[in-house]
């Protein structure tokens, strides 16, 4: 069974250009989360969807950043515009069951983006 | 919002020694404790959760104590080995597993 998979695992744009990240949950997950994790600091919540809705997205910045995870195919986090702030890991987790039972988050193994 | 602090930034012991990770949480409601490892450039991995049903949980040199009633939850790592270094992370959420808010992170060296 494989894990959660993320790419690409680096990711380098130039600022005002647009990066998408994508995430594929682990088999028989259908809920995934994103978190941002910015040089040496801890990890900070930013959407949490389920296919083809958001649950939550009160992490993400107002402007800028989007999330989507469809019925079929991965879920993508795409921030536009990027700037030289936007530069951190973004970590991809999923897990089996949702809101109102207790449950594991499997980490994917991140993105780093740099922004130059 | 719930907000995690967690204490000592850095803690460096001797191999075989024990090591002691404090974390508090604000939000009375939150139900779900997670620790996660971390090291260098890799995926924080789960080690040990506990729910707020269990005021102690251990899992081989591994335990997790919880007091619901002061918001403080503490990791314990016994007999510590150079492989047990890296970064961990507690964490809380009020939903029973979902939006974890993380703290900031225990950065563990362990000396031969």
């Known amino acids: 069974n494989a894990g959660v998979m993320q790419n690409p695992r680096h990711l380098v744009r130039r600022r005002g250009q647009e990066a998408r990240l994508r995430c594929s949950p682990m088999?028989?997950?259908?809920?995934v989360y994103w978190y941002r994790q910015l040089p040496e600091e801890g990890l900070k919540f930013m959407v949490y969807l389920q296919k083809e809705n958001i649950i939550d997205e009160s992490g993400m910045p107002k402007e800028r950043f989007s999330a989507e995870f469809p019925k079929e195919g991965p879920s993508i986090l795409r921030i536009q515009q990027v700037v030289r702030g936007d530069s951190a890991a973004y970590f991809c987790a999923s897990s089996p069951l949702g809101t109102g039972v207790y449950n594991e988050q499997f980490f994917g193994p991140g993105t780093r983006l740099t922004v130059l | 919002g719930e907000n995690v602090e967690q204490h000592p930034s850095t803690l460096s012991v001797q191999e075989g020694d024990s090591a002691v990770i404090k974390c508090t949480y604000s939000?009375?409601?939150?139900?779900?404790f997670p620790w996660y490892k971390q090291e260098l450039g890799k995926r924080p991995q789960l080690i040990i959760d506990i729910r707020s049903n269990v005021g102690e949980k251990k899992d081989q040199r591994i335990a997790v104590t919880l007091n619901k009633t002061a918001k403080h939850f503490s990791l314990h790592i016994t007999e510590t080995q150079p492989e047990d270094s890296a970064v961990y992370f507690c964490a809380a959420s009020p939903e029973g597993g979902n939006k974890l808010t993380f703290g900031t992170g225990t950065q563990l060296k362990v000396e031969l």
């Open positions: 939000d009375s409601a939150s139900n779900y």
């Open positions: 088999k028989g997950h259908s809920h």
